[in-house]
């Protein structure tokens, strides 16, 4: 899987809107700046996140975005599903729908069991977690191993 700029930007600016909690809106300029992200590309994303029901936004003088919901209530797999889709899609298709010849049968079930994997991480960490460095054990346990770290 390639995670992808609108993904982790979004995540970006998402943790800095958890870590201002309630105190106000805040525009995409702002966010942009603190997370280095092009606002303009970011207000595409905020769109996509405020259609996902993720970020409302406000307008007037106070105006700008707002987390629609709970911190907790929003998993890294919800944010990427809002901005770029599926976690796994082979040919802009999920894998389930994918049809092989009979000697290649074999890859959709690779393709589901990286579905699998991936859900088992992106399904877990919320955006409150993100934002307190608190992150699930099972997530933090995968990356204890000095392997994980290397590209191979």
Not at 62 to 80: F, K, M, Y
Not at 105 to 116: D, P
Not at 129 to 146: C, F, I, K, N
């Amino acid at each position: 899987m390639r995670v992808s700029a609108k993904s982790d930007y979004a995540l970006r600016a998402l943790i800095e809107m958890t870590n201002r909690t309630a105190e106000r809106a805040v525009s995409a300029e702002e966010l942009g700046r603190a997370q280095e992200v092009p606002s303009g590309f970011l207000q595409a994303i905020l769109a996509d996140l405020r259609r996902a029901g993720i970020v409302r936004s406000q307008r007037g003088q106070s105006g700008g975005w707002r987390l629609a919901t709970e911190p907790t209530a929003v998993s890294v797999a919800d944010v990427i599903r809002a901005v770029d889709g599926p976690l796994v899609s082979v040919y802009d298709m999920r894998p389930e729908s994918v049809r092989y010849q009979a000697s290649a049968e074999v890859l959709q079930h690779v393709w589901i069991a990286a579905r699998v994997a991936l859900r088992e991480v992106f399904e877990e960490v919320t955006l409150a977690q993100l934002a307190s460095g608190d992150l699930p054990d099972a997530v933090t346990a995968r990356t204890a191993h000095e392997d994980a770290w290397q590209s191979h």
